[in-house]
């Protein structure tokens, strides 16, 4: 078997908060009918879109005539390209894998522990108290969506944070939890131990990425009572994290390096005595189904996870989207990803210019 050719699709999907984010979808032929489907996710965060038609062209020359069956031709392209460029390549690798054997991408790795896990659904950063009733209102919508487990970006505001909080504990009581107390790192270690002592209360699981910093994030850990948990996208940064004694859990995403680099790094955190969860940029169904195999090929997966994706978006690309049910991500069923393109969905919403991210 061969890859016969590499084809890019730009698109732009709209969240449930009406912003559009962008995404890459990846279709690897093979002359034997069979193809893979791969999601560049959320490349919102990236500095700069990249050129589709040159990325394109590169892949096609480094992919094409290639077996999908060798890891040495295949890994090294996945690992040249930058996050989450190189993931996109690689869950198209697992997707058609999967196809050719007839199997679910969890089963190339042995099989499943789990056909489903927790998952929290994302309320965003408010800049100000305005925003507040609109959150508390969103926060009701996902309740009756069945996840009762949100995660909380804060640090932008911390009067507004606060209000939100006693006004979800007001409304809502114990009917739900906060996962996380999410800073993006926006804060110094002085200020976000002031933070989370004055936010503390509302008693969340743990605290995300509260300062940039190492030796900053050592001084929270020390400082307050919730396990400190980072992003964490190598085995290098994993150690470091360790001999640093700044973190607890390792938030691991397939956006980061694709699965296979995350599977990895879920041995490092294993080897290291660190907690795992898997984190996310906010996928759409392909990449959310990535995550859901990667979740249930792992053993050490100790806290819930954040990939609420295909609920967030307001638009997607594949027939059926991947699924949650009591706020658990189920695993999807079939082989590979077990995820089909909707060819016009997909015309509907790709444009090689993103003209969808101009005003």
């Not at 390549?89 to 522990?113: M, Q």
């Not at 965003?124 to 909380?152: A, C, P, W, Y």
């Not at 980072?230 to 956006?255: K, R, W």
């Amino acid at each position: 078997m061969k890859i016969t050719d590499v084809t890019l699709y730009p698109v732009g999907t709209r969240r449930e908060t009406l912003s559009v984010s962008p995404h890459i979808i990846v279709t690897l032929a093979t002359d034997e009918g069979v193809t893979g489907i791969g999601e560049m996710s959320d490349l919102g965060h990236s500095p700069a879109m990249p050129n589709v038609d040159h990325l394109e062209y590169v892949l096609r020359q480094r992919l094409v005539g290639v077996d999908p069956f060798d890891p040495g031709r295949i890994d090294p392209v996945v690992d040249g390209l930058a996050a989450p460029l190189g993931s996109g390549i690689d869950t198209a690798i697992h997707d058609l894998r999967g196809k050719v054997l007839g199997v679910p991408v969890h089963d190339l790795y042995g099989g499943a522990y789990r056909d489903r896990y927790k998952i929290c659904y994302p309320i965003f950063r408010q800049r100000d108290t305005s925003e507040l009733d609109k959150n508390i209102e969103r926060v009701g919508k996902v309740l009756k969506l069945g996840f009762d487990l949100i995660r909380v970006y804060v640090g932008g505001n911390l009067d507004a944070d606060e209000a939100f909080l006693k006004t979800l504990r007001e409304t809502y009581g114990d009917a739900v939890k906060v996962k996380s107390l999410d800073f993006s790192r926006v804060l110094d270690w002085k200020s976000a131990i002031k933070a989370i002592e004055r936010l503390g209360w509302i008693e969340p699981m743990l605290v995300e990425s509260p300062c940039p910093d190492i030796e900053g994030k050592a001084r929270v850990r020390a400082a307050v009572d919730f396990p400190i948990s980072e992003h964490c996208s190598s085995e290098e940064q994993a150690i470091a994290f360790a001999q640093g004694q700044a973190v607890d859990i390792l938030n691991i995403a397939v956006c980061a390096r694709g699965i296979r680099r995350a599977r990895n790094l879920f041995a490092t955190a294993e080897a290291l005595g660190l907690k795992t969860l898997i984190g996310t940029t906010q996928e759409l169904s392909i990449g959310t189904s990535a995550q859901a195999h990667l979740g249930a090929s792992v053993a050490n997966l100790e806290y819930p996870g954040d990939a609420a994706g295909a609920q967030l978006y307001i638009d997607d690309v594949v027939v059926n989207r991947a699924q949650y049910e009591n706020g658990h991500l189920l695993v999807p069923k079939g082989p590979g990803l077990g995820m089909e393109l909707d060819e016009e969905k997909l015309e509907a919403l790709c444009d090689r210019n993103w003209a969808f991210l101009r005003p």
